[in-house]
């Protein structure tokens, strides 16, 4: 049995401008916290958490062979955009190239440096999502998924017996490699958790303290970027 945790992120502050609320307790003290709310842990999953919490950028959802438990904490994507995936070399020493994501403007329609040369932007729709870690912690990721598991996830959302993709649980992973890889997305109801995975339930005060990511994450590259971008890529063709 997992110990119960005792670090709490801070509450959100109340959300609804101080006008009627139906069951929100008043919290009888100030910003200062209390100190259950600062105790310091060790282990992988919380430090993952923090590194995820200082990034700038979204933490991306990586699918692995091994199964991860998953939970939508909205209903629907937070940001439906196109992107371009863009080989470039690394800053690192004998670095090679690296994959690199740009917002295309496109998906705001603007005029895009990159489509322009005929480099074919991905739709993505993102998810917030937290991990279920291995001490019962949350972790905050966005699930950025392209054209076919935006299908199934839409088919699950709208499935009377699992839908909406906030009430349950999903197992997900990642089989096969390259053209042949296959991801899965199984759906768990919540007393199956306990009983087929040994795994408890997110516990609703921590679930409801994670802040989900909002389209404001997303950066849709300057012109001049992209201008640059698209120049190098017409090198290569040289
Ligand atoms: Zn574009």
Same mark, same amino acid.
């Given at each position: 049995m997992?110990?119960?945790?005792?670090?709490?992120?801070?509450?959100?502050?109340?959300?609804?401008?101080?006008g009627p609320s139906k069951t929100a307790k008043r919290r009888t003290t100030?910003?200062?916290?209390?100190?259950?709310?600062?105790?310091i842990h060790g282990g992988w999953t919380d430090g993952q958490k923090q590194m995820d919490a200082s990034s700038p950028f979204a933490q991306a959802l990586k699918l692995e062979e091994k199964a991860q438990i998953i939970k939508?904490?909205?209903?629907?994507?937070?940001?439906?955009?196109?992107?371009?995936?863009?080989?470039?070399?690394?800053?690192?020493?004998?670095?090679g190239t690296i994959r690199r994501a740009y917002v295309c403007p496109g998906s705001v329609d603007k005029?895009?440096?990159?489509?322009? *040369?005929?480099?074919?932007?991905?739709?993505?729709?993102?998810?917030?999502?937290?991990?279920?870690?291995?001490e019962g912690q949350l972790l905050l990721k966005t699930w950025d998924v392209g054209a076919r598991l935006f299908q199934v996830l839409k088919a699950y959302?709208?499935?009377?017996? *699992?839908?909406?993709?906030?009430?349950?649980?999903?197992?997900?992973?990642k089989t096969g490699k390259m053209s042949n890889a296959q991801t899965n997305v199984t759906p768990i109801k919540t007393n199956a958790l306990a009983e087929d995975w040994d795994v408890d339930p997110a516990d609703p005060d921590e679930l409801a303290s994670i802040?989900?990511?909002?389209?404001? *994450?997303?950066?849709?590259?300057?012109?001049?970027?992209?201008?640059? *971008?698209?120049?190098?890529?017409a090198d290569e063709y040289d």
């Open positions: 997992p110990e119960k945790r005792t670090i709490r992120r801070m509450r959100r502050p109340d959300s609804n401008g101080g100030t910003d200062d916290g209390d100190e259950d709310m600062t105790s939508f904490i909205d209903d629907t994507p937070y940001a439906n955009f196109r992107r371009h995936w863009v080989d470039r070399a690394s800053s690192q020493q004998g670095g005029d895009c440096p990159l489509c322009d *040369i005929g480099d074919r932007a991905q739709a993505v729709s993102a998810f917030n999502v937290v991990v279920l870690g291995d959302s709208t499935d009377p017996k *699992i839908g909406p993709l906030s009430r349950y649980y999903f197992l997900v992973n802040k989900p990511y909002t389209p404001e *994450i997303l950066d849709i590259p300057s012109r001049k970027t992209l201008n640059e *971008i698209a120049a190098e890529i």
